[in-house]
């Protein structure tokens, strides 16, 4: 071979060779213009599993085009609506975010709600203003907003603290559903005015086309119902007094009764798509945020419970809707230019009525004969009256009165041990929590879901974890905010652009959404070190 045949052939083999290597380098995806986060309140697990053969709208197309992780629960014990929403969009555990509850008592302060801020007005109609000030950590939001002065961050759902959580401190506006007025309403923290589009809104009174109408099912084939529910009429459904389809709004409040029905979740979706179709979500090349909270599954769940007719046709009826909304995301932005994450604050216990049909013992339990049998026992260990030596005791949870405790030469960790004891001697409990305990931290199995969800100047002096299917509520309905598998399992799906599609089946949590969706927008998210970034379902394309 002639040495200019070897020069050549040497060149060619190290373009080939450059070649491969590029071809082989991942790199990231141009980031999507616009990042949808659904938070769909009390969305168990087995609603994917029970009714996907009967999906034919959005929640179809996230499971044949997204990445659906099938194995996902919750790492913290407080399963509740603002911990769980705080924890969705910062991926962060309560311990981190300081979001314990939807309420808390605090030192000198009493009882705390989660988003609640007197120095701020409602605005946009009646109501409270509110803020996301004891939000301790970033949200997707907040990294979006401040690694690029372009982009725009909206949250919308039914509830105040939904809303407010999702978005985060730099949000630019945050708005939920006020019944008082059937309007979507804001906090001053966000501005003095709502947004023209949603002041058009508004203006069109999105809840009046609701009076008057019925609830019905929305299949005719009420066989279907009872073999996927149970039958249509059960006991300690709608209070009592309201278990059976059609359920009325009727004529007048029906802005209240609105959130117990599939309607409220249509005024949210409704106004998320107004916010894209103002051009100010997904316009241009400046990535956007836009969270929703959609809640009508919680407040069905919570009257009728999770097997319920209603809660079925509820969750048919948020299939379909969300179909429609992907379509319009379609039509405004592209869904390739679009990602999407789709997952749950919290599950439920089935009604105690349902367990105990299925075979299952359950037991409804009064907490406050709960708390009045263990009160000789708690002054005891306490020296001293409850009055003089307990802030607030009830449900799961009780809070000292350190200065009465102090006063009367009793120190909290002994009188926090003490009443343990006596509160695990109880058949209705399966295990006691100090706040030392999860201060100390190095605990294993459920005791690690304790210390996550543990802050310590918020969270209570000792935790009760009554034993499965007990539910510390009242006669009729349900609830959740245990430990237990029931309250911690939800779905988790991403879809969209830079996502990967398939079924993925290590284990994942909510936590890992917002650090996920932080890697497609090219943003560096805080993680806990017991959660992680979905990479299995990250899409890589060679150059």
Not at 319 to 329: E, K, Y
Request: net charge negative.
């Amino acid at each position: 071979m002639s040495r200019i045949a070897q020069w050549l052939a040497w060149v060619l083999a190290l373009a080939a060779l450059a070649l491969a290597v590029a071809l082989s380098r991942p790199r990231r995806e141009p980031p999507p213009r616009l990042v949808v986060l659904l938070a769909i309140d009390q969305l168990r697990a087995d609603y994917i599993t029970r009714f996907e053969p009967h999906y034919s709208g959005g929640l179809r197309w996230l499971l044949e085009h997204g990445a659906y992780f099938t194995d996902s629960w919750y790492r913290h014990s407080g399963t509740v609506t603002g911990a769980g929403h705080a924890t969705v969009a910062t991926g962060m555990h309560p311990s981190t975010h300081g979001i314990v509850g939807n309420s808390w008592r605090e030192a000198g302060k009493g009882s705390v709600y989660c988003v609640s801020d007197d120095r701020y007005a409602a605005v946009g109609g009646p109501g409270d203003g509110a803020s996301p000030h004891a939000l301790l950590a970033d949200t997707l939001g907040d990294r979006l907003k401040a690694s690029s002065a372009g982009s725009v961050v909206y949250s919308l759902s039914t509830k105040d603290r939904s809303a407010v959580l999702l978005g985060g401190r730099r949000a630019d506006g945050a708005f939920w559903y006020s019944p008082d007025c059937g309007c979507l309403v804001s906090s001053a923290y966000y501005g003095g005015a709502l947004p023209d589009w949603l002041r058009e809104f508004n203006d069109a009174g999105p809840a009046s086309s609701y009076a008057g109408r019925d609830w019905t099912r929305l299949a005719d084939d009420i066989a279907l119902y009872e073999r996927l529910a149970r039958a249509d009429s059960f006991p300690t459904e709608g209070g009592g007094t309201d278990s059976v389809f059609p359920h009325s709004l009727g004529d007048t409040g029906f802005e209240s009764g609105l959130i117990r029905t599939p309607f409220s979740d249509e005024i949210v979706l409704d106004a998320a798509l107004a916010a894209v179709r103002s051009g100010e979500l997904g316009a241009d090349a400046a990535p956007d945020l836009l969270a929703i909270g959609l809640s009508a599954t919680d407040a069905i769940g919570h009257r009728y419970g999770p097997f319920s007719q209603e809660a079925m046709d509820n969750h048919l009826r948020l299939d379909r809707r969300l179909g429609q909304f992907l379509t319009a995301l379609d039509e405004e932005v592209g869904l390739e230019r679009v990602a999407i994450g789709l997952t749950a604050d919290h599950g439920a216990l089935p009604l105690v009525e349902h367990l105990a049909a299925n075979g299952v013992d359950g037991l409804r339990l009064s907490t406050e004969e709960f708390w009045n049998a263990a009160r000789p026992g708690i002054e005891s260990c306490g020296s001293g009256g409850m009055a003089e030596i307990v802030d607030s005791a009830g449900g799961r949870n009780l809070y000292w009165n350190e200065a009465g405790l102090s006063a009367r030469g009793v120190s909290r960790l002994d009188a926090s041990r003490c009443v343990a004891e006596l509160l695990r001697s109880q058949p209705v409990v399966e295990e006691v929590w100090t706040a030392e305990q999860l201060a100390a931290g190095g605990g294993r199995g459920v005791a690690v879901l304790f210390e996550n969800s543990y802050f310590a100047s918020r969270s209570p002096h000792l935790q009760v974890q009554f034993r499965p299917h007990v539910y510390p509520g009242g006669s009729t309905g349900t609830g959740h905010g245990t430990a237990h598998e029931y309250d911690r399992r939800v779905p988790v799906l991403l879809a969209g652009s830079g996502i990967l599609p398939g079924r993925y089946h290590d284990v994942a949590g909510p936590e890992d959404v917002a650090p996920t969706l932080g890697v497609v927008l090219g943003l560096d998210m805080s993680l806990e070190r017991d959660t992680r970034v979905l990479r299995e379902a990250l899409l890589r394309r060679s150059e």
